[in-house]
């Protein structure tokens, strides 16, 4: 699995490269050179309070015999996130039913439910975004088409994942394959426990979390934007609130770790729409990234220090 991830990853490495090849890096590096630092503190300050929201939207779905308290629930997001930077599509944020009482089946459960909703928003946002940037433009007209069909695949996968009989139809063979014996009692029983625990969910506090999801975008967005205006972007809120979104869930794509090459390549397209240089294009990237590796350095020291 280590020599997957390894491997997956290089093809987001490989886009990097090319994209640095076709730029002048000299732009690149005075853009960085000029920034304004005051808005980019105010930038990375919004950090404290996407960590706070995102803490409690994904507590509000857990039960409340197994919940966390905020600062512990704090540590324990902090600390996955850490691990989900260095793994494709973030998938190693589900490390964080090791801080939670119940059962792993139960408590991935409540991690993989908080998920779905931050994708979900996502994409919701996204489609208003590729129609309104892509739609007119013919030769990436396609484009809004292609994110639609994604947005349909994703919804079908959430019924399929809901057929437990169905699941465990395709995915016996993967079992028996895949899984150690000495881990099939394990894994069937929490199988078993995840499905148990779909419909036992709160219905309420699943759309609790979907309305702080709705919160939290838009305050990541914001952070986005005084990024986007340290550096000289000249973008509106809104204009960001049109790019965000699809720059979060093209690096979700596994062919990368933390989305390096695959949110550069989707920064460069998106921003070409309103007239910004492949070089400011990929600061405005790479300046997303370096903020998120100081939170996602925060959460590996979290996470070294319960291991």
Same mark, same amino acid.
């Given at each position: ?6 491997? %997956? ?26 920034? *304004? ?13 996407? =960590? ?11 039960? !409340? ?24 599509? #973030?998938?190693?944020?589900?490390t964080k039913v090791k801080f939670l009482k119940s059962k792993p089946g139960k408590s991935f459960l409540t991690i993989l439910v908080d998920r779905l909703n931050d994708i979900f928003v996502l994409f919701i946002l996204g ?25 349909? /695949?994703?919804?079908?996968? %959430?019924?399929?994942?809901? *057929?437990?009989?169905? %699941? #465990? ?7 028996? /394959? /895949? =899984?150690?014996?000495?881990? !099939?009692?394990? @894994? ?8 148990? *625990? ?5 219905? !309420? ?21 005084? &990024? ?18 699809? /720059? ?17 390549? @989707? ?13 400011? @294009?990929?600061?405005?990237? &790479? ?17 070294? !220090?319960?291991?």
């Open positions: 699995m280590k020599n997957y991830f390894r491997l %997956i990853g290089l093809i987001g490495i490989g886009i990097f490269i090319y994209l640095m090849s076709t730029i002048n890096l000299n732009l690149l590096l005075d853009s960085f050179k000029s920034m *304004n630092y005051t808005y980019l503190l105010i930038s990375i300050l919004f950090i404290v309070p996407e =960590v706070i929201i995102n803490t409690a939207k994904w507590l509000v779905v857990i039960d !409340k015999k197994d919940r966390l308290s905020l600062p512990k629930g704090i540590f324990a997001w902090v600390a996955g996130y850490g691990i989900g930077m260095l793994t494709p599509g #973030k998938l190693g944020e589900f489609i208003f975004a590729v129609f309104s940037l892509f739609l007119n433009k013919t030769h990436l007209s396609y484009l809004s088409y292609l994110f639609l069909a994604f947005f349909v /695949l994703f919804i079908i996968g %959430i019924f399929f994942l809901r *057929n437990e009989k169905l %699941i #465990k139809k395709i995915g016996m063979p993967f079992y028996k /394959l /895949l =899984v150690p014996k000495k881990y !099939k009692s394990f @894994a069937g029983e929490n199988i078993n426990i995840f499905y148990k *625990n779909i419909e036992k969910m709160n219905k !309420k506090n699943i759309f609790i979390n979907f309305l702080l999801t709705v919160l939290v975008w838009f305050v990541c967005f914001a952070q986005h934007w005084f &990024l986007s205006l340290s550096l000289g972007l000249n973008l509106s809120y809104f204009s960001i609130c049109l790019i965000a979104p699809i /720059l979060i869930l093209v690096q979700l794509i596994p062919i990368s770790i933390s989305g390096i090459g695959t949110r550069e390549a @989707a920064a460069v397209l998106l921003l070409s729409t309103f007239g910004i240089s492949p070089e400011l @294009a990929i600061a405005f990237s &790479l300046g997303i990234l370096i903020e998120e590796y100081i939170l996602g350095g925060i959460g590996l020291l979290c996470w070294l !220090k319960v291991k």
